[in-house]
């Protein structure tokens, strides 16, 4: 029962919200930023949307397109040069976790005199621009913190910059704009949304105000990201995919991840593989290294894989939950191992090294708390 809880984001949810964009932002700021990836919001006709909602409320807009998947620290610094240059006054993410996050660090950089490198971690509050999310995807949940993920290319440290400061002002929640994620891109995302859901469940700092959200965001994830990637245009499983995406944003804001996160982020960082796809492939392991301390937890996890566990002792049913994640990420062609993603034997060490030097809060903070040796068996076992 010892927790805190502060998120000063005002969430605008629901079909059509996009299109009002202009009218939320211009009392933020007279010129703004539109932070984006290089193709998916333009092919979309989504920057034209946003960017024709600003005009029409009279704020001014420059573009900075070149954010990619793992948004590298040094492509950030150039959009806060950008940022800097173009004296803008507000910074708009739109898209995925990458644009969200990648606006965060610009409207916090912007400020700063050296590279947006050295602020990983938690951070003090300090003068930010004002930040305005727009998400295109069900993944991160990143317009519902203050977490900002970024990949120093120098060190391949991929971690995440926190600061009071790095919530969002405003952030718009509209699912008409998840109708044409690709099926990939529909099953990587979404699963980052059960991880964490699942994680913030799992972890020591769960608490009374993080698990009710943990476990709603896990059951909208197991009963409708099938249905999203099978059939993308139903705006049904779209948005409740949408809602699953925003309430697993504020659990991992209250309670944080664990052991997948750590385990996970290396392999974005050495060979740009997309973040949800690393999550599923070392998950099963860690569940299972995870069952004897996490047996109860886990076993409420497999009744929302629809497991039934009647006359299973609560060990028994926590296995057969892992089976049923199994063939849940199988449902959605997830890898399951990280061979899948063309990891061998002799990268696991760097990986593990990577993963305890960078990660160790979430090593701790696991329900079997993790060591050195423990990572490196993990990675064996998800070859």
């Known amino acids: 029962m ?17 299109k009002e964009t202009g009218s939320y932002v211009k009392a933020l700021g007279k010129k703004a930023l539109v ?13 034209d949307l946003i960017t024709k909602s600003l005009e029409k409320e009279g704020v001014d807009w420059v573009l900075f397109d ?8 040094t492509t950030i610094d150039k959009g806060i040069s950008f940022a800097r240059e173009n004296k803008v006054d507000v910074v708009i993410g739109l898209g995925g976790g990458s644009a969200m996050d990648s606006a965060k660090c610009i409207a916090f950089g912007v400020n700063k005199e050296d590279s947006i490198a050295n602020y990983f971690g938690a951070q003090p509050a300090g003068e930010v621009l004002p930040i305005a999310l727009i998400t295109t995807t069900a993944g991160t949940g990143s317009e519902a913190n203050n ?21 969002a002002s ?50 909208l994830v197991a009963e409708n990201l099938k249905g999203a990637y099978d059939d993308g245009n139903n705006i049904e499983y779209r948005e409740r995919m949408a809602w699953a995406n925003t309430i697993a944003g ?14 996970g982020h290396p392999l974005s960082a050495y060979y740009d ?20 301390e996490a047996a ?56 593990a090294l990577n993963a305890y030097e960078y990660s160790s809060h979430n090593f701790v903070a696991s329900p079997r708390e993790m060591t050195l040796e423990d990572a490196i068996n993990l990675y064996r076992e998800s070859l």
């Open 35 to 47: 932070v984006t990836g290089k193709s998916s919001a333009k092919k979309a006709g989504y920057l």
């Open 66 to 73: 070149e954010i990619e998947p793992n948004p590298l620290t």
């Open 296 to 351: 109860e937890k886990l076993a409420e996890i497999a009744k929302i894989l629809g497991v039934k566990t009647e006359g299973l002792s609560v060990v028994e049913a926590a296995e057969k939950g892992i089976e049923a994640f199994e063939v849940f990420l199988k449902s959605v062609d997830l890898p399951t191992k990280i061979s899948d993603l063309g990891i061998t034997e002799d990268s696991i060490e760097k990986l």
């Open 147 to 167: 977490f900002a993920v970024m990949t120093n290319p120098e060190t391949n440290v991929k971690k995440a910059l926190s600061s009071p400061n790095t919530y």
């Open 273 to 292: 593989l997309p973040h949800g796809e690393t999550l599923a492939a070392v998950s099963l392991a860690f569940m299972k290294f995870s069952i004897n």
């Open 170 to 219: 405003i952030s718009i929640i509209d699912p008409e704009l998840m109708l044409t994620v690709p099926k990939k891109v529909t099953a990587s995302t979404g699963i980052d949304v059960f991880f964490h859901s699942m994680e913030s469940y799992l972890t020591k700092k769960s608490h009374p105000l993080s698990r009710p959200l943990s476990l709603e965001g896990m059951r």
């Open 2 to 18: 010892d927790f805190g809880f502060y998120m000063p984001a005002q969430l605008i949810f629901g079909p059509g919200k996009a």
């Open 250 to 263: 504020i659990a991992i804001n209250l309670a944080g991840n664990c052991g997948i996160h750590a385990l």
